[in-house]
């Protein structure tokens, strides 16, 4: 069992940055690859990034290549994604979770979520 919290979510002008980060308690967070999603009012869960066990790999979805970075510190249980660049299209809430293998693209391949946190990018 693997709990997830998150944090670091707000209201940002456009253009603007925020840092959301996760913390995992229970098994051994340097054996699940770790990712981000997001999810608006009314949308599906849409990924964001991932970065796996060792964070040598990482995946970005195509609306945020180039403004997001999704990071990790196995010595401290975290995964971190700093948001710059951000725009009003970004707001959502995000939702941290963790994978033991599989496509990391997708959510169904998860096996821990966190609660989620919002990001509000005002224009």
């Known amino acids: 069992q693997v709990q997830l919290v998150e944090s670091g979510g707000g209201l940002v002008q456009a253009g603007g940055s925020l840092r959301v980060s996760c913390v995992a308690s229970?098994?051994?967070?340097?054996?699940?690859?770790m990712g981000w999603f997001r999810q608006a009012p009314g949308k599906e869960r849409d990924f964001v990034a991932a970065?796996?066990?060792?964070?040598?790999?990482?995946y970005y979805g195509d609306s945020v290549k180039g403004r997001f970075t999704i990071s990790r510190d196995n010595t401290k249980d975290t995964v971190t994604l700093q948001m710059n660049n951000l725009k009003p299209e970004d707001t959502a809430a995000y939702f941290c979770?963790?994978?033991?293998?599989?496509?990391?693209?997708?959510?169904?391949?998860?096996?821990?979520w966190g609660q989620g946190t919002q990001v509000t990018v005002s224009s």
């Open positions: 979770a963790a994978s033991l293998g599989g496509d990391l693209y997708k959510a169904p391949y998860y096996d821990y």
């Open positions: 229970g098994r051994a967070f340097n054996t699940y690859a």
């Open positions: 970065i796996s066990w060792s964070g040598a790999n990482t």
